[in-house]
């Protein structure tokens, strides 16, 4: 069964520099998320993204973050000057459709900020 | 603001009970339901998808159901088993995100 996948499992990074998650949705799919989870407590949304443009994004995703689709596969999280809340576990998530189809996440990787 | 609760917070149960996990959310304009399995430092399984038209979803021991006017979800799941151990955790679907819920730890013991 094709998967969403992501790179690398677990990131250690300096706070103040800059981090880029990656992730490799499922092929025929359109639309990309970012969603994170800092240790013991909810999943959060962050961003949508479809057609080379965000559709929707949350009050945590600010300047500090940016998306990119830079090429036919890859989709990227882009954090600069990480600070120590940054830390938590980010999943990506792919669909075909919006609005009523399943949400496909990887399993994420582990941002650790020091 | 979609606000998503789950409740129990933490369930532990004797291997081959049948059990239930609740969640409720406040806006009833949703697109779908989606149960998730999470076991500890890991991804999220998929586990059912309820369409906002649908009444219940069932795969294999899991069954779903969604009341979409109470705004209520139940997780059914039956003779569980020590593999079942992990946090499950309700996600509300919007039009562009899921909102998900804090989760129910669920331990069954042999």
């Known amino acids: 069964e094709p998967e969403v996948t992501q790179t690398p499992s677990h990131q250690v990074t300096q706070m103040g520099q800059e981090v880029i998650l990656r992730c490799v949705p499922i092929?025929?799919?359109?639309?990309f998320y970012w969603y994170r989870q800092i240790l013991g407590q909810k999943v959060e949304f962050l961003v949508s993204?479809?057609?080379?443009?965000?559709?929707?994004k949350s009050e945590i995703f600010d300047d500090q973050f940016s998306v990119e689709r830079p090429d036919g596969s890859n989709f990227t999280l882009k954090i600069r000057s990480t600070k120590l809340e940054d830390s938590a576990m980010y999943f990506c998530?792919?669909?075909?459709?919006?609005?009523?189809?399943?949400?496909?996440f990887g399993d994420g990787t582990r941002l650790s900020i020091l | 603001k979609q606000e998503v609760t789950q409740i129990p917070a933490a369930l532990s149960v004797p291997e081959g009970e049948n059990l239930v996990l609740n969640c409720s959310f406040t806006?009833?304009?949703?697109?779908?339901l989606q149960w998730f399995r999470q076991d500890p430092g890991k991804g999220l399984t998929s586990l059912l998808l309820?369409?906002?038209?649908?009444r219940e979803q069932t795969s294999g021991r899991l069954n779903a159901s969604l009341d979409k006017s109470s705004g209520r979800s139940t997780l059914y799941i039956a003779a569980s088993q020590p593999g079942d151990s992990a946090t499950y955790l309700c996600?509300?679907?919007?039009?562009?995100?899921?909102?998900f819920g804090t989760g129910t730890r669920l331990l069954v013991s042999p």
């Open positions: 998530a792919s669909s075909e459709v919006q609005g009523g189809q399943p949400q496909h």
């Open positions: 092929s025929n799919h359109l639309y």
């Open positions: 993204f479809y057609n080379n443009e965000i559709s929707e």
């Open positions: 806006d009833s304009a949703i697109y779908n």
């Open positions: 309820i369409q906002s038209s649908q």
């Open positions: 996600a509300v679907g919007g039009f562009q995100k899921l909102v």
